[in-house]
């Protein structure tokens, strides 16, 4: 499965709140083995951690769930009781329902294409601190590099610069949803620029809202006119220098080429 397929729901199956999938993992390779042993190290138990599980499960149960057998021609072993049989099959018709039930609520997503969307954004896992989602109003290819500009629902643009070959791959177009993604530590803080025009194409004005300061650097965050934000990775001398404080305006500065583009796949 491409990571862009994977399911946006996802839930835990649990009997009494604690025994889970792989409590079941052991169930079932107990039950295929016969060696509470070959079991544990399939389902990633120690030999002692699995009896700790079982006999927490057969307290909740007040059966136990599990039987020793010595000698014989097999030489003995470990097998499932007629009630850890029993466990073990209603956790594979519980498994099965559940995940119909995940997929009902999958083909009901697909029919809020708001929430849907909004969900895959929240889907992708990144470092960089500043996400901005919105569609692509503009794209000037050049031979070399490629300017795409991206507009927010609340009115606020964006300029990402990129090698034509990489918006090529993209399969950058107009109206195409997008992500425009930029580290904290490429946001460099303005508030007052004493008469001076920067040449970086983003420059996003607004109001610090936070100021959380670490050892060495603080984190910034700016809101923006129509309700976005824009977190900063600045030093504290740089805050202290600045006078940085909730409520004071600033300008949001970084260039095109520091906003990386993301795009359905």
Request: charged share 15%.
């Amino acid at each position: 499965m491409k990571p862009h397929d994977r399911p946006l729901l996802q839930g835990e199956l649990r009997l009494a709140g604690r025994l889970d999938g792989r409590f079941f993992d052991l169930l079932a390779a107990l039950a295929l083995t016969g060696s509470l042993q070959k079991a544990a190290r399939a389902a990633g138990y120690s030999y002692k951690g699995a009896w700790l599980v079982l006999d927490a499960a057969s307290a909740l149960t007040h059966a136990p769930l599990v039987e020793t057998t010595t000698g014989g021609t097999g030489g003995g072993g470990t097998r499932l009781t007629a009630e850890g049989q029993a466990l073990l099959q209603a956790w594979r018709e519980l498994q099965a329902r559940h995940a119909g039930f995940l997929r009902e609520q999958e083909a009901w997503l697909a029919g809020q294409p708001a929430l849907q969307q909004l969900l895959k954004r929240m889907s992708m896992k990144t470092t960089a601190r500043n996400q901005f989602s919105g569609r692509v109003l503009n794209v000037q290819a050049g031979p070399v590099t490629t300017s795409v500009r991206i507009g927010m629902d609340d009115g606020t643009h964006i300029t990402a610069s990129m090698t034509s070959l990489a918006a090529e791959e993209l399969s950058v177009d107009l109206g195409q949803e997008a992500l425009a993604l930029v580290k904290a530590s490429e946001v460099v803080l303005v508030t007052d620029f004493g008469g001076y025009r920067l040449s970086a194409r983003n420059q996003l004005a607004g109001t610090v809202s936070r100021v959380q300061r670490g050892a060495a650097s603080s984190l910034v965050v700016l809101t923006l006119p129509g309700g976005s934000t824009v977190t900063a990775s600045v030093t504290n001398d740089a805050v202290d220098a600045l006078g940085l404080a909730v409520g004071q305006p600033a300008t949001a500065v970084f260039k095109a080429y520091a906003v990386m583009l993301a795009v359905r796949g």
